[in-house]
């Protein structure tokens, strides 16, 4: 996410990174930037590429040097995606993550998308992983088949599905023989795009997720994960039962409610820039209540590699 000044909206650089270290010392293995929750219509140019730098240099600076930046870089021509590609590159990323243009919506049949994705792909510095969010551009979803054919573009390297569409995720990752946790596969990355269904994720063959409700419950959504790795599937089930409760309370509230539960539960967060609104005391109560049996969960779990120190 992208934190602000609660007067003057300027960027909050130091509590970026702050945030930056604590999501990786809860386990997560890549950040994004300039996505979704990350309010990136709401910033410069300039202070995208701040943003995605700052992460980059609080990840390093705190030994995180493994964990790659993904960030966020559409724009609604080839030219200017790419030209965010390369500042992306620029300020740290490996890779950038794009969802299809659509403010000519009419006009973006599959011929248009396949012909912007692959021109994007032939000359991005980074790899590419498409980014399926029919709710952030116009009803824009593509199916299993576009997806599939795109994939083949050596650069492109992975999906998010946050359409939340399951079955349109395993044909993509057993068509592309996508990576999961117990083969390498071809390399290719099938993310589910909400923590609501991480394990469904895993049994759909997919790769991770990428969800922007790990932003408040990162322990729990990788202790999900893991679970399913090591085949403890009951168990698996059982906390995605609590995740998806929590997860759904933060989505509901979207980026407002995001940062008022990060703002409860870790002393920061503040609010989005405008004009996106600022909850009232009682929603943050609401908020604050809805996610109460995941927070249980997620401050009784260990940070990443405390396990293995203490065993």
Not at 49 to 61: F, G, K, P, Q, Y
Not at 138 to 161: E, Y
Request: aromatic content about 6%; hydrophobic content about 40%.
């Amino acid at each position: 996410m992208t934190f602000f000044d609660a007067e003057t909206e300027e960027l909050d650089i130091p509590t970026v990174k702050r945030h930056a270290v604590r999501l990786a010392k809860a386990g997560l293995v890549g950040l994004i930037t300039m996505g979704s929750n990350g309010e990136a219509v709401h910033l410069t140019r300039p202070e995208r590429s701040a943003v995605t730098r700052a992460t980059r240099s609080a990840l390093d600076e705190a030994g995180y040097h493994h964990i790659p930046v993904i960030c966020g870089a559409t724009e609604q021509s080839v030219r200017g995606t790419l030209e965010l590609c390369r500042e992306g590159a620029d300020s740290g990323a490996s890779y950038a993550l794009l969802v299809p243009p659509s403010y000519y919506r009419a006009a973006m049949d599959e011929i248009r998308l396949e012909e912007y994705f692959m021109s994007v792909a032939k000359n991005s510095p980074i790899p590419l992983i498409l980014y399926n969010y029919p709710g952030a551009v116009a009803g824009i979803d593509m199916d299993s088949d576009l997806i599939i054919r795109i994939s083949q573009h050596p650069n492109i390297v992975g999906t998010k599905f946050t359409c939340g569409n399951t079955g349109k995720l395993t044909r993509v990752a057993l068509a592309l023989d996508a990576c999961t946790p117990h083969s390498k596969g071809s390399g290719y990355m099938a993310f589910g795009g909400m923590a609501d269904f991480t394990l469904q994720t895993g049994v759909s063959g997919g790769s991770g997720i990428i969800a922007g409700g790990a932003n408040v419950i990162p322990k729990t959504c990788v202790k999900v994960w893991t679970l399913w790795a090591e085949g403890r599937v009951e168990e698996a089930i059982k906390l995605q039962r609590i995740l998806s409760k929590g997860d759904w309370v933060l989505t509901k509230a979207a980026i407002p409610g995001t940062k008022a539960a990060i703002q409860l539960e870790y002393g920061y967060g503040g609010f989005p820039r405008s004009p996106l609104r600022r909850l009232s005391k009682d929603e943050v109560k609401r908020v604050g209540e809805g996610i109460q049996e995941v927070m249980k969960t997620e401050k009784s779990l260990p940070e990443f590699g405390e396990e293995a120190r203490q065993a």
